[in-house]
């Protein structure tokens, strides 16, 4: 048997006059991360009552406009291979792939690296 155990994962924003985020940083108790920074989140759920995602897309001022590119390329290819384990509809999933590859041609990300 095993137990229950509880993790949390804490997100603080610093914000400007304006509420435009300035810096961020997340702790992960389970993976063991501990206050470390970065500007640019992701945040999506899924509201059970209302059968609706939630989003909150945040990134500070610092973030450049090519990290930004490679982070929603990067997010995008996780989010193929995540749909791919929890549904395992591998055609669809081949379909989001190729969008990948043509996402990256188009924002030139091979130059970037």
């Given at each position: 048997?095993?137990k229950?155990?509880?993790?949390?994962?804490?997100?603080?924003?610093?914000?400007?006059?304006?509420?435009?985020?300035?810096?961020?940083?997340?702790?992960?108790?389970?993976?063991?991360?501990?206050?470390?920074?970065?500007?640019?989140?992701?945040?999506?759920?899924?509201?059970?009552?209302?059968?609706?995602?939630?989003?909150?897309?945040?990134?500070?001022?610092?973030?450049?406009?090519?990290?930004?590119?490679?982070?929603?390329?990067?997010?995008?290819?996780?989010?193929?291979?995540?749909?791919?384990?929890?549904?395992?509809e591998?055609?669809?999933?081949?379909?989001?792939?190729?969008?990948?590859?043509?996402?990256?041609?188009?924002?030139?990300?091979?130059?970037?690296?």
């Amino acid at each position: 048997m095993s137990k229950e155990k509880t993790a949390q994962i804490n997100i603080t924003v610093k914000t400007d006059e304006h509420n435009v985020p300035e810096a961020m940083n997340w702790t992960a108790t389970d993976a063991n991360i501990k206050n470390k920074e970065c500007k640019a989140m992701i945040l999506s759920v899924w509201d059970k009552e209302d059968k609706a995602a939630l989003r909150m897309d945040l990134w500070t001022k610092e973030m450049m406009v090519d990290e930004m590119k490679m982070f929603f390329y990067q997010t995008l290819v996780t989010m193929a291979d995540n749909f791919q384990k929890a549904t395992g509809e591998d055609a669809i999933v081949e379909d989001l792939r190729d969008y990948c590859v043509h996402f990256a041609d188009k924002m030139k990300l091979d130059q970037m690296r």
